[in-house]
């Protein structure tokens, strides 16, 4: 798969980091001396960090190097690694593992969630905000398009329901806070849907396909996101959006 697009990724940048701003609203980092924004990309994420722990210690990881470039440049203060979410361990037990729009990318969720835990500090905190649009007509599509024209279906459902966390998360001695927000954005055209995605779910699918082959998939799921996404009055379209929140403390 291709790396990552920083400035394409930014382009919705304010819709992106609310989502790292209403976790992190929620983040207890009165005591926090080493946090980890797991999966950090351009570095959006970790600046809200940074505004919110100013004195603490805190390491960005990602695994791209595109996506980690533009948040040293931005953060040149923070520290920055390259690693994968599954293998990554943490020098030092930590006091907040943030995960902002990242764990979704990653299968396992039932071994992952726990070796999460039992790298943070007791009292830690793992906050995680995860998409939770599987059956959104934005990503339904994209499983449509790709079995209408014969191409693998590359997606698949990345995240479980709020109660399989809870217990798995209960297990590995935590108590939660969880909550499921649907943001809906205000998106200039149903081109700048299709603009959002293509950094981000639709990956799955284009980046395993030749040119030819992507503008005709691009053609035919755009044909479906404006018959699925109306145009308001004022010619622009609303994309509800879904997310999953999930505040895990370690007290044991």
């Excluded at 969720?109 to 905190?125: D, K, M, N, T």
Aim: charged letters at 25%; hydrophobic letters at 40%.
């Amino acid at each position: 798969m291709s790396d990552w697009n920083p400035t394409r990724y930014l382009q919705f940048e304010a819709e992106r980091t609310r989502p790292a701003n209403e976790l992190a609203a929620r983040v207890d980092f009165s005591q926090a001396t080493a946090i980890t924004d797991l999966g950090c990309g351009p570095g959006n994420s970790t600046a809200v960090l940074v505004k919110l722990a100013p004195r603490a210690a805190i390491t960005g990881v990602d695994n791209s190097a595109a996506m980690l470039e533009k948040a040293r440049n931005i953060l040149p203060g923070c520290h920055f690694q390259t690693a994968d979410i599954e293998q990554w361990q943490a020098d030092s037990r930590q006091d907040v593992i943030f995960a902002n729009a990242s764990l979704q990318w990653v299968a396992n969720h039932q071994v992952v969630f726990p070796r999460l835990v039992s790298q943070l500090a007791i009292e830690g905190q793992l906050a995680v905000q995860m998409p939770d649009n599987w059956h959104e007509p934005s990503h339904r599509l994209m499983r449509e398009v790709a079995v209408e024209m014969g191409y693998p279906d590359r997606n698949r459902e990345s995240i479980l329901r709020a109660d399989e966390y809870y217990d798995i998360l209960t297990e590995a001695g935590c108590e939660l806070d969880l909550w499921r927000t649907t943001y809906f954005h205000i998106m200039p055209s149903t081109e700048s849907i299709i603009d959002w995605l293509s950094t981000t779910g639709l990956r799955r699918f284009l980046n395993h396909l030749p040119p030819a082959q992507q503008e005709k998939y691009l053609q035919r799921y755009r044909e479906l996101i404006a018959e699925n996404y109306p145009v308001q009055q004022d010619g622009k379209v609303i994309m509800p959006f879904p997310r999953l929140f999930i505040l895990a403390r370690r007290i044991r």
